[in-house]
């Protein structure tokens, strides 16, 4: 069972729209732009309620990173979504350039991201978006587990200054998140230390671990589950901390194993925690059509794979 | 209001004393931009010297008027221009593009004030333009907003999504210019990939197109003036101009694009400059 038992299930996009309009109440300098995508990414909410603050730029997302540049030097909170394919693949130079070098105070809130956008197949699925935001300097990269998350997210990186990477999904997921909870970037949540492998999990991938804990419980391992939700800056310390509890390491997410939530460990341990990790995420792939659910499990990112990937990762620890 | 003789004359001499400064700099650093530096100079000097309202002890003054150097590549000119306008001492010219500088080989905002943003990668500047007009027309705010592009710089696409965003969001507190000099890294711009006709296309897209000489500052102050009276839409000024302008040393000479003078290339070319000032 999740934590505190709460059932209620929410796309992570549905909670970013709502998010701006709490937002756009409470700051009459947020304004928002899309690239056609606003009824997919939600920020149509913002755009009934606040149409003056709304920016369609149309199919033209380079264009729309460098307007909501231009808005931030104006003295705006710029929020831009769009397919995280889009706001990440196409876009990335605008991001590095008039945004991120300049340091400007942007926030890109991308939805649509990893294989579960499901049918429109592989040229959606955004599977490399963590690891090319990650890499740019002054980026902040965030990917919330549930709907909750999300809002506290959103609430966070408009306090914070400068430039933020927001990574949400298109299905509805579990609240996985405890209702005390308090979001704040660069600090990892703990659900559950464990003994025996930690699972750092991002993203919808930390329902799976959870399920994934509770299935290995029944076979006597006691694997903990972290929430790694900002992934740069990463919490260090609890990646540190989960290895030389556990010794061993699983990371799991909606995404390439390379360079995404996965690299990011692997860098932390090689460097300061040497253990035995086990990557769970797309392996080197692109995506491909089909249920949500179904492509979780094609590409080896159930609960089931994690709990043969904690297995393994322990295996290696004993050898 | 018209302006002055006694005005034109003061611009034409600022021009021609940001051109000494431009290439002094660029032959001492050794590396760089002339081509375009130059061949901008008459522009930047009407926006920064006649039309463009701020005030160089306050760089985030919210009433200032936003210039942006979307051809980021003449950075020389924007460094001798802030200088001339009190931003920074002029002796910090010399630091160009040396470790710790804040005159970066292409503007960095973080670093030097008076630059509104980094730029440098090219196509980028015109988008960010517009979100400044965006912003100003939010806090219906009288500021306008100038951009300065390059006719090569044209073949980037952003230029173009940028192009319709301005006409669709009616951003008439937006004056953007080419500076029309023909000649890109690789050779002329129609031989690489043309971009003409520019007026037409900017006309298409629906802007305001005024077409001048790029070096007759008259022509230039009087586009700058029209283009604040034109509402509705946003406006473009394509100024004709030479690569290199100044000095026969460098004008129409591609390999200027990004070399810099030799010792005896700068003694000439002070010598028809300051003989110019001399007048």
Same mark, same amino acid.
């Given at each position: 069972m999740f934590h505190g038992g709460n059932v209620s299930k929410i796309a992570t996009r549905d909670a970013y729209g709502d998010a701006l309009v709490s937002l756009g109440k409470k700051r009459n300098d947020v304004v928002v732009l899309d690239a056609d995508l606003s009824g997919s990414t939600k920020t149509a909410k913002f755009a009934k309620a606040f149409p003056d603050r709304f920016f369609n730029i149309g199919i033209a997302e380079q264009d729309m990173m460098g307007t909501a540049a231009g808005l931030a030097i104006g003295g705006k909170l710029p929020f831009v979504s769009t397919f995280a394919v889009f706001a990440t693949g196409r876009a990335w130079e605008q991001v590095r350039q008039s945004i991120c070098y300049p340091n400007l105070n942007v926030k890109i809130v991308a939805t649509h991201a990893g294989v579960t956008v499901g049918e429109d197949g592989g040229s959606h699925q955004s599977v490399e978006d963590i690891a090319v935001m990650r890499v740019i300097p002054h980026m902040t990269v965030i990917v919330p587990a549930d709907g909750p998350e999300t809002l506290q997210a959103i609430e966070a990186v408009a306090e914070y200054q400068g430039p933020c990477y927001v990574r949400a999904g298109r299905n509805k997921v579990p609240t996985v998140c405890p209702e005390n909870y308090r979001f704040r970037i660069g600090k990892a949540h703990v659900f559950n230390e464990g003994k025996h492998a930690a699972i750092i999990a991002t993203g919808i991938m930390v329902a799976e671990a959870l399920k994934a804990r509770d299935q290995l419980k029944a076979e006597g391992i006691d694997a903990g589950v972290i929430n790694m939700s900002t992934i740069k800056p990463l919490d260090r310390d609890a990646v540190i901390a989960a290895a030389t509890r556990c010794g061993a390491i699983v990371t799991a997410e909606e995404h390439s194993i390379i360079g995404g939530l996965g690299g990011a460990v692997a860098e932390v341990l090689a460097e300061s925690a040497p253990a035995p990790l086990v990557r769970i995420g797309l392996k080197d792939t692109f995506g491909t059509s089909g249920d949500g659910e179904g492509l979780l499990k094609h590409y080896g990112l159930s609960a089931g794979d994690i709990a043969a990937a904690v297995k393994e990762a322990i295996k290696k620890k004993k050898s | 209001m018209a302006v002055t003789e006694q005005q034109l004359q003061t611009l034409k001499d600022r021009a021609r004393r940001i051109r000494i400064d431009i290439l002094k700099m660029l032959t001492d650093c $050794?590396? $760089?931009?002339?081509g375009g530096s130059l061949s901008a100079a008459d522009i930047a000097t009407a926006l920064y010297f006649y039309k463009m309202k701020y005030d160089p002890r306050k760089p985030g003054w919210k009433e200032r008027d936003n210039f942006i150097l979307s051809k980021g590549h003449a950075a020389p000119l924007l460094y001798t221009v802030l200088a001339q306008a009190g931003y920074f001492e002029h002796a910090e010219l010399c630091t160009l593009r040396k470790i710790g500088s804040r005159l970066q080989g292409h503007p960095d905002s973080k670093c030097l004030p008076g630059v509104e943003i980094s730029t440098g990668s090219l196509g980028q500047g015109l988008s960010v333009a517009n979100g400044l007009a965006l912003a100003h027309k939010l806090d219906k705010a009288p500021n306008r907003v100038y951009a300065l592009l390059g006719d090569g710089e044209l073949q980037e696409g952003q230029i173009w999504e940028a192009a319709m965003t301005a006409a669709h969001y009616k951003l008439d507190n937006l004056c953007a210019l080419v500076d029309n000099n023909g000649l890109q890294i690789d050779g002329p711009v129609a031989k690489v990939m043309g971009v003409e006709p520019i007026t037409d296309k900017w006309r298409a897209f629906g802007w305001e197109v005024l077409d001048v000489d790029g070096h007759d500052m008259e022509k230039i102050v009087t586009a700058l003036d029209k283009a604040e009276t034109i509402k509705g839409k946003p406006t473009m000024i394509v100024c004709r101009t030479v690569k290199g302008k100044g000095s026969k040393c460098f004008e129409g000479k591609v390999e200027f694009h990004g070399t810099t003078p030799t010792k005896e290339e700068l003694a000439t070319a002070m010598k028809e400059l300051e003989e110019g000032v001399c007048k």
């Open positions: - | $050794g590396s $760089g931009h002339t």
